[in-house]
């Protein structure tokens, strides 16, 4: 079992950038495809991005494609979001999951979950 822990929210102008970082606990980290979603008040959690196990292939969904950019480290057990240009549309509480198969866009094909993280950005 995997435990995921999300960093770098927080509330941010219009236009800016953030990095998200998602730490796993395992050293088998490179054996799980990783995912990024999230979910805005009185809304369905959505899919942001994915990456494969070895980083080699990334997916994202078209709201956010030329703006962010998933990618891992997995010499440090870890995923990164990096969002430039945001918008208001992209606040919502982010998680990062985990699924040893399936990298994809559906969420309830992942397994393990982090808390999540909080992005705000103002308009």
């Known amino acids: 079992q995997v435990q995921l822990v999300e960093s770098g929210g927080g509330l941010v102008q219009a236009g800016g950038s953030l990095r998200l970082s998602c730490a796993a606990s395992?050293?088998?980290?490179?054996?799980?495809?990783m995912g990024w979603f999230r979910q805005a008040p009185q809304k369905e959690r959505e899919f942001v991005a994915a990456?494969?196990?070895?980083?080699?292939?990334?997916y994202y969904a078209d709201s956010v494609k030329g703006r962010f950019s998933i990618s891992r480290d997995n010499a440090k057990n870890t995923v990164y979001l990096q969002m430039n240009s945001l918008k208001p549309e992209d606040t919502a509480i982010y998680y990062c999951a985990a699924d040893t198969f399936y990298t994809g866009t559906e969420s309830w094909r992942y397994d393990y979950w982090g808390q999540g993280t909080q992005v705000t950005v103002s308009s």
């Open positions: 395992q050293r088998t980290f490179r054996n799980y495809a």
């Open positions: 990456v494969t196990r070895s980083g080699g292939t990334t």
